[in-house]
């Protein structure tokens, strides 16, 4: 089973500027894996949820680029929710965690980097298989 403790709130660059802000993220300096793919969740209509899965694979690093919302992480045993409002930083969720994305706010974008290709596969959908 997965520690909670390695799924990290991570703290990017953020270069404050009186033109406006700007944050970075590079692979294996920022987020701890290469980014092989990105997604970005947007236009979620009010009480949606996205997510309930699992990867058995797949890394991702999960910012909130504009507006907010709470990824919930759960390893089988316990379950945090974390809260995502500010685009200077993200959840780095490592693999083998059920996840669930909910609360997201009018105009929200989620960007999601990940550590492999789209492979559905990858996905165990059923919480009791997950457990197993
Ligand atoms: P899904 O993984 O169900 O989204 P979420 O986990 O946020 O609920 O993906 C929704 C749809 O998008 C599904 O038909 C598969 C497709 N998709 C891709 O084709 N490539 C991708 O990289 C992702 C993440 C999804």
Redesign the pocket.
Same mark, same amino acid.
């Given at each position: 089973m997965v520690n909670l403790d390695e799924v990290k709130i991570l703290t990017l660059p953020k270069f404050l500027d009186v033109r406006g802000n700007l944050s970075v993220i590079e692979e294996l300096k920022d987020i701890p894996f290469q980014i092989k +793919?990105e @997604?970005w969740?947007y236009d979620v209509p009010g009480g949606e949820k +996205? %997510? %309930?899965?699992a990867y058995k694979e797949n890394r991702e690093f999960i910012v909130a680029l504009s507006g907010s919302f709470d990824v919930i992480i759960d390893n089988g045993n316990e379950r945090k929710t974390y809260a995502l409002n500010r685009s200077y930083y993200g959840l780095y969720v490592p693999q083998g965690l059920w996840r669930e994305?909910e609360n997201f706010s009018t105009n929200s974008l989620a960007l999601v980097l990940?550590s492999t290709g @789209?492979d559905p596969a990858d @996905?165990i959908y059923d919480y009791q298989e997950f457990k197993r």
């Open positions: +793919r @997604y969740i +996205r %997510g %309930g899965h994305m990940a @789209y @996905y």
